[in-house]
């Protein structure tokens, strides 16, 4: 079924759906119809709810707890451990204990460690998507993707793990040499956002463990249980105790604060909101640790007017449509060629309206909920902006009653350069279509934001790509494709998206100090 809600009352469209369900034909408006189905097809799992402190799972100190909550529908998953700031310190001391036998631990045996969580995290692929989904909200489809594409950093960083290394050369004046080795920064602070719950963790957590580095691991609190599953798959690979551990907390401010001040502590990844990044790069400066930040976009999606349509429509459906628009990545605001504007708006606003809303492990669900109510709230608020600036919806535009945190899959056509959704991360289903008449418009267009993390361009002119791409100021260049997150590939970005890359070849250098010796050489 595809989508329509157009306009229903909630109460006529939970009797439609009811009739549809008893078999009774329900009403079908321009022959789209989504039933949405907010009741959770799947139980929990059992996975831990509790701190991990030095390999032992354990309640919060004060004994409080939090509830996880099912987006979808509003239900209580879990109650979690909520640790205070004695709960994080001595994660901390756990990992500064560790950390020592853990960088002398043999480069292979850590990548068997990585070698053997990502065969377990394949093989366990559909429990985890059933926590994350009732968790977060994406559909099991996507849930299961990304459950892939976590394992991916673990499988990729047991390779690079027997990889780090030096060099020894002659001083060029003679009379001495040149040796340089890699060692481990030390113990390090991980906070980790509710939008890809799993993979944002194996993207800190595996280099770590391949560098020989201890940590914290701080996961948003709303979607604490697909870390807690990690951290056990983790420990059923051998990992020794306190090279991983786990706090979660209502507090996050107040613990994450205490580790930034603790001298001990080397190094902090961030990945989130460009707000708090700020604030924890300013709190990092005064023990001047190691900082890598992964922060907000606004990518912008170009399409030039010889580009493939059906390419640039596919590539548009990845990059907006991925974790519901959910994602730094996502394609924010669309910057088309007036010539084929009409064009593309039409054939995207086909696909999207297609697409079926639900609880995320419903059959059939294409879209689940957003992650709260303020997410929604936020996005209702940049769509009537754009409304507001002369922009037509052409399908969507609207939230879902009932419960859950439902939003239509929207497209706007005719936005003004004015409108505030070109300029702010929107977080949801929506992609605001813009025009430009001219190569150069198009790039002032893109780079007319304090983000860059990551951008899309779709054109059949060689000479044009090469030339787009080098002058958007991004850290990565999705041409002519959707899709730009690779474990193989340095992700990252620029300006007020952070900075620091997290894959690749380079993804591991961000857990290693350079050592540097100078040897003398006699020379008689």
């Not at 990044?277 to 190691?290: D, H, K, M, P, Y």
């Not at 260049?477 to 894959?503: C, I, M, Q, Y």
Request: glycine residues 10%; aromatic residues 6%; charged residues 25%.
């Amino acid at each position: 079924m595809g989508l329509a809600w157009h306009g229903m009352s909630a109460a006529r469209y939970v009797r439609s759906r009811r009739a549809a369900l008893a078999g009774v034909g329900a009403p079908d408006h321009s022959g789209r119809m989504t039933y949405i189905d907010t009741t959770a097809q799947l139980a929990l799992p059992a996975v831990q709810t509790r701190l991990l402190v030095g390999g032992a799972w354990r309640d919060a100190a004060s004994g409080r707890t939090f509830a996880v909550e099912d987006p979808g529908n509003g239900d209580e998953l879990a109650q979690v451990a909520d640790a205070s700031v004695a709960d994080g310190v001595a994660a901390l001391d756990a990992a500064v204990a560790a950390q020592a036998g853990w960088a002398a631990t043999p480069p292979r045996e850590r990548g068997e460690i990585l070698r053997r969580a990502f065969d377990l995290v394949v093989e366990r692929q559909d429990e985890l998507a059933t926590i994350m989904t009732l968790e977060m909200g994406k559909s099991l489809a996507e849930s299961r993707a990304e459950i892939t594409y976590a394992a991916e950093f673990f499988r990729w960083f047991a390779e690079e793990a027997v990889r780090i290394s030096g060099r020894f050369s002659a001083a060029p004046g003679g009379g001495s040499r040149l040796l340089t080795m890699k060692q481990p920064v030390g113990p390090c602070l991980f906070v980790t956002p509710w939008n890809f719950p799993l993979a944002m963790g194996t993207r800190k957590i595996g280099p770590a463990i391949a560098a020989g580095c201890t940590m914290v691991v701080k996961p948003a609190s709303a979607t604490p249980l697909s870390m807690y599953a990690l951290g056990e798959i983790l420990a059923e690979a051998g990992l020794p105790d306190g090279v991983l551990n786990i706090v979660t907390t209502r507090s996050s401010g107040d613990v994450t604060g205490a580790l930034l001040a603790d001298p001990r502590l080397r190094k902090v990844s961030f990945t989130g909101s460009t707000e708090i990044g700020r604030s924890i790069v300013e709190q990092s400066a005064a023990n001047l640790l190691r900082v890598s930040m992964e922060l907000g976009g606004n990518a912008p999606f170009l399409v030039f007017e010889d580009a493939d349509l059906d390419k640039a429509v596919d590539g548009a459906m990845l990059a907006k449509m991925r974790n519901v628009g959910e994602a730094c990545t996502a394609a924010n605001r669309f910057h088309v060629h007036a010539s084929v504007a009409d064009e593309f708006a039409a054939r995207l606003a086909d696909r999207m309206s297609d697409l079926t809303v639900g609880h995320g492990t419903a059959d059939g669900t294409d879209v689940g909920p957003l992650v709260d109510d303020a997410t929604r709230e936020k996005v209702e608020d940049l769509v009537a902006d754009a409304v507001r600036h002369g922009g037509e919806v052409v399908t969507g535009g609207e939230r879902v009653d009932g419960p859950g945190h439902y939003y239509r899959p929207t497209v706007i056509k005719g936005v003004s350069r004015d409108a505030r959704i070109l300029r702010e991360e929107v977080f949801g289903p929506v992609a605001p279509i813009a025009t430009f008449d001219d190569e150069d418009e198009a790039i002032r267009a893109a780079n007319d934001t304090e983000y860059g993390l990551a951008a899309y361009v779709f054109t059949r002119d060689l000479d044009r790509a090469l030339r787009v791409a080098e002058r958007l100021e991004v850290g990565m260049v999705g041409l002519n494709a959707g899709v730009v997150s690779n474990p193989a590939a340095p992700f990252g970005g620029v300006k007020a998206s952070g900075f620091g890359r997290e894959g690749g070849a380079e993804g591991i250098e961000e857990y290693l100090e350079t050592k540097y010796v100078a040897i003398a050489v006699p020379t008689d």
